[in-house]
T-cell receptor, first 114, second 113 residues
Framework: DTGVSQNPRHKITKRGQNVTFRCDPISEHNRLYWYRQTLGQGPEFLTYFQNEAQLEKSRLLSDRFSAERPKGSFSTLEIQRTEQGDSAMYLC????????????FGPGTRLTVL | ELKVEQNPLFLSMQEGKNYTIYCNYSTTSDRLYWYRQDPGKSLESLFVLLSNGAVKQEGRLMASLDTKARLSTLHITAAVHDLSATYFCAVDATQGGSEKLVFGKGTKLTVNP
């Protein structure tokens, strides 16, 4: 399967714990995006990378959120000191970055903070 | 800041009927996308609309884009149960200096026998 993959698919954690999610984009895609989706809403942009450079992170929800893409391939999203309000689906997408810029989404990681 | 509005947010229709979902956006953009999401699943790309007047069709779904009116429509023809899902439009915010997509809240479509 050559689509976008995300791990884990589900994560349950206690408030105050740190969590890390991984995204593996489609191999030839140079752009990688993170979105958050809460129930009944559309995905909300968090940050994106072109290769290993993080070009926009203004939408990361607080300084508890950070993302990396160290070698321009997979990416990780970390949430420190989780809060119940962080419970959501975290979606990763990738694109080739052409004028078409169609983004292909992974299956998501559903986070539940107790 | 770019805002995207979809209507209706909920749509219940009978099989065989036609309907249109509307997507309005607030600032200039020339790229608009339609996605489908089934419950508990991720987003599946349906259409990419790149220019004013673009029209794309796949099966019973047809999407169009009017960049001057800042409006896209997703038309459903002779609906069938398998089309039940949530449909999102997303607008590329590149002209505002960002590469992100801004999504509408989605239209939850239920097709009844």
């Amino acid at each position: 399967d050559t689509g976008v993959s995300q791990n884990p698919r589900h994560k349950i954690t206690k408030r105050g714990q740190n969590v890390t999610f991984r995204c593996d984009p489609i191999s030839e895609h140079n752009r990688l995006y993170w979105y958050r989706q809460t129930l009944g809403q559309g995905p909300e942009f968090l940050t994106y990378f072109q290769n290993e450079a993080q070009l926009e992170k203004s939408r990361l929800l607080s300084d508890r959120f950070s993302a990396e893409r160290p070698k321009g391939s997979f990416s990780t999203l970390e949430i420190q000191r989780t809060e119940q309000g962080d419970s959501a689906m975290y979606l990763c997408a990738s694109s080739w970055g052409s004028s078409y810029n169609e983004q292909f989404f992974g299956p998501g990681t559903r986070l539940t903070v107790l | 800041e770019l805002k995207v509005e979809q209507n209706p947010l909920f749509l219940s229709m009978q099989e065989g009927k036609n309907y249109t979902i509307y997507c309005n956006y607030s600032t200039t953009s020339d790229r608009l996308y339609w996605y489908r999401q089934d419950p508990g699943k991720s987003l599946e790309s349906l259409f990419v609309l790149l220019s004013n007047g673009a029209v794309k069709q796949e099966g019973r779904l047809m999407a169009s884009l009017d960049t001057k009116a800042r409006l896209s429509t997703l038309h459903i023809t002779a609906a069938v149960h398998d089309l039940s899902a949530t449909y999102f439009c997303a607008v590329d915010a590149t002209q505002g200096g960002s590469e992100k997509l801004v999504f509408g809240k989605g239209t939850k479509l239920t097709v009844n026998p």
